[in-house]
């Protein structure tokens, strides 16, 4: 009879040590995503709001090939693709040679994803019956750059294991959030474009799949089949993902096979995720966050649309029954455990951190509404229902991050070899 699968139970050593190096990367990026969101914040309600606006709003591209855009839509079509292209690296990644390869392990954060998106869903729906349902993805992406920031700052002695799973759950989040944007927003379909897309596309994955680095031949073709996905009507960061799903991740056979260290796809990763984090996803934020709220009575008007209720429900409440009750349902009906030394309370605080929505909900708010007040209200409810479940999180984390600390410490008196504590007192402190 086989071991019942333990959930969030560590990963492999090598998997460790690379998931080690994209939360420093993430973490570094949601510091900047922040600072983005500030400037932009604070400059779009200040005297000078309308250079803020004038700058957003400016038209730059050659317009022969229908690519003049404001800086607004370069920033969310463009940069984003960057973004969801490194998400594809990750993804095809953690499948193909990650610890998710295995089954049991990808059926918890998977699982969690899809009740992370189903849930706050289901609540947005609720709340705006018979109103603007169209905005009914809103709540539910997670932002892994502020998710990830805010577990760096009050989470440092928390177990690995935990940082992990935010992660793959949220990179799982992003691909769902791609397929809503492609099936759900896609406003017009031009049928030639999409397939002239392929073209280049099919070029690009013959090349990575011979092992071809070489920039001046991939970035053309890139560009080219994002122009024309563009073109198409379809999110033009769809291409990002494809893109990214084309790139192979393990080593050729005549390049040493498997065991010869990082394949195509973790080079890109490697180049590309500083990019995406440290530029594309900040300035994103920047291009997008500036909203003029207007004071008192501007933030009592946004927050008594029904559109921003259903936002901040679903962001604060659905994240995270969502998250937790697929976890806690796919432990119940497959007989995993929780892993030895982990708390369902630890779980709960992760799941309330899925909360935090920036990125990809702005993104689907201006394909829902597009500008205008209802669009302002998407940012506020975004903006502010993230921060409530940052703050909650913060809470929960911060009380079990001080247990973890105490564990540590313990631990270590037990190497140095001096007031051995009775182990059952330290599995107490778990509790």
């Keep these: 009879m ?116 189903i849930v706050p869903a289901v609540f947005y729906t609720l709340v705006n019956l018979g109103g603007a349902v169209q905005g009914w993805a809103i709540p539910t992406a997670t932002d892994i750059a502020f998710a990830l920031a805010v577990l760096a700052v009050v989470g440092r002695s928390l177990p690995t294991a935990l940082r992990t799973f935010l992660l793959t759950l949220a990179v799982v989040d992003d691909l769902l959030a791609i397929v809503i944007i492609a099936v759900f927003y896609t406003a017009h379909l031009s049928v030639l474009p999409l397939l002239a897309a392929l073209v280049p596309l099919a070029l690009f994955t013959v090349l990575v799949q011979r092992r071809v680095r070489s920039w001046w031949l991939l970035l053309p073709l890139a560009f080219a089949a994002w122009a024309l996905v563009h073109a198409s009507g379809v999110h033009a960061t769809v291409a990002g993902v494809l893109l990214g799903f084309a790139v192979p991740v393990l080593r050729s056979e005549r390049a040493g096979g498997p065991e010869a260290g990082p394949g195509l796809a973790e080079h890109f990763e490697h180049q590309f995720r500083p990019i995406s984090a440290g530029i594309a996803v900040p300035v994103f934020a920047f291009m997008s966050a500036g909203v003029a709220i207007g004071g008192v009575e501007g933030l009592t008007s946004a927050l008594s ?27 119940r009906f497959t007989r995993a455990t ?13 799941a309330v951190l899925g909360g935090i929505g920036f990125t990809v909900s702005l993104l689907i708010g201006e394909l829902a509404f597009g500008a205008g007040e209802r669009d302002d209200h998407v940012k506020v409810a975004v903006l502010l229902g993230s921060l409530v479940a940052a703050m909650l999180a913060s809470v929960v984390l911060r009380a079990r991050n001080r247990v973890y600390r105490r564990i540590r410490e313990a631990e ?20």
């Design 2 to 117: 086989s071991e019942a699968p333990r959930l969030f139970s560590p990963g492999s050593w090598g998997e460790a040590r690379r998931i080690a190096d994209v939360l420093r990367k993430e973490t570094i990026g949601g510091a900047l995503l922040l600072a983005g969101t500030l400037v932009a914040l604070i400059w779009a309600n200040s005297p000078w709001s309308g250079g803020y606006d004038t700058l957003v709003g400016f038209t730059v591209g050659p317009s022969a090939l229908h690519l003049d855009l404001s800086l607004g839509t370069w920033a969310a079509d463009g940069l984003l693709a960057i973004f969801f292209f490194v998400a594809g690296l990750e993804l095809k990644r953690e499948f193909v040679a990650g610890d998710l390869r295995d089954p049991r392990r990808a059926a918890v954060p998977v699982a969690a994803a899809a009740g992370g998106v």
């Design 412 to 431: 270590q008196v037990d190497r140095d070899g001096d007031d051995i504590p009775d182990i059952y007192q330290r599995r107490d402190l778990r509790a």
């Design 338 to 350: 929780i892993d030895s030394g982990l708390s369902w309370i630890d779980i709960a605080g992760l």
């Design 305 to 331: 649309d029904p559109i921003a209720i259903g936002i901040m429900v679903g962001l604060v409440v659905g994240k995270p029954i969502g998250i937790l009750l697929a976890t806690w349902l796919t432990a």
